[in-house]
T-cell receptor
C-alpha cells in the first residue's frame, strides 16, 4: 500500500512569491491535514480537509490557503512568502471517520526555503 | 483551547535500558484522544501509541507503554529495552472535540550503544 506522498521534496522561493505544495493521501483516506514544522516549534496545525471541504484551520494568516480535490489529494498555497515561512511542511491523511481523533499517517514533507 | 507541553527537549538512554518521556496537556473537552508520534531522522513521522481518554487502561504496544493520569492531565511514554532504532524526535499530541490536533514541541531521544 502506497503511503502519503508529497511534492516537491524541496522548494526554494524568494520573499513575496507564491508557493504551491501538493499531497496525495493513502488510498481510501478522505481527510488531509497540513502542518508547519519550524525549528524548535514542533508541529503547528495549518488546515484540515475532509470530503473536499475545509473543516478547520489553525492560527495562520489568510495567505495560507489550500483545497482538496475530488480524488482527495490536496494542495497548500502560500502567498506573499515571508522569510519566517521557511519550514518543513507536513501533510497527513486519515480515514476521516472520527474527525481529528483518527490516527494520522504522515508524508515525508516539503522543505520550503524562502530567501 | 488545548495545549500540550513536553518539558524535556532532549533525553538519552543506554541501549536495553528504560526511558520515560513526559507530556502534560490541558483541554476543556471531556472526550479526547492522546497520541505519541515518532519522527526518526530524515524519515516520516509514525504513530507509536494512541490512548482514548475515557479508557482507564493504559495503552501498550510491544515495548512502548503509556502512563495516563487523567486527573493530573499527564500522558508519559515509557520505552522498555531501548534499541538504537528508537532514536528519534517524539511528539505528544492531543485531539479534543474531533476538530483539531495539537502537538507538543517534541523530545529528542538519543540511544547510547
Amino acid at each position: 500500500e502506497a503511503g502519503v506522498t508529497q511534492s516537491p521534496t524541496h522548494l526554494i522561493k524568494t520573499r513575496g512569491q507564491q508557493a504551491t505544495l501538493r499531497c496525495s493521501p493513502i488510498s481510501g483516506h478522505t481527510s488531509v491535514y497540513w502542518y508547519q514544522q519550524a525549528l524548535g516549534l514542533g508541529l503547528q496545525f495549518l488546515l484540515w480537509y475532509d470530503e473536499g471541504e475545509e473543516r478547520n484551520r489553525g492560527n495562520f494568516p489568510p495567505r495560507f490557503s489550500g483545497r482538496q480535490f475530488p480524488n482527495y489529494s490536496s494542495e497548500l498555497n502560500v502567498n506573499a512568502l515571508e522569510l519566517e515561512d521557511s519550514a518543513l511542511y507536513l501533510c497527513a491523511s486519515s480515514w476521516g471517520t472520527c474527525g481529528t481523533t483518527d490516527t494520522q499517517y504522515f508524508g515525508p514533507g516539503t522543505r520550503l526555503t524562502v530567501l | 483551547a488545548q495545549t500540550v507541553t513536553q518539558s524535556q527537549p532532549e533525553m538519552s538512554v543506554q541501549e536495553a535500558e528504560t526511558v520515560t518521556l513526559s507530556c502534560t496537556y490541558d483541554t476543556s473537552e471531556s472526550d479526547y484522544y492522546l497520541f505519541w508520534y515518532k519522527q526518526p531522522p530524515s524519515r516520516q513521522m509514525i504513530l507509536v501509541i494512541r490512548q482514548e481518554a475515557y479508557k482507564q487502561q493504559n495503552a501498550t504496544e510491544n515495548r512502548f507503554s503509556v502512563n495516563f493520569q487523567k486527573a493530573a492531565k499527564s500522558f508519559s511514554l515509557k520505552i522498555s529495552d531501548s534499541q538504537l532504532g528508537d532514536a528519534a524526535m517524539y511528539f505528544c499530541a492531543l485531539s479534543g472535540g474531533y476538530q483539531k490536533v495539537t502537538f507538543g514541541i517534541g523530545t529528542k531521544l538519543q540511544v547510547i550503544p
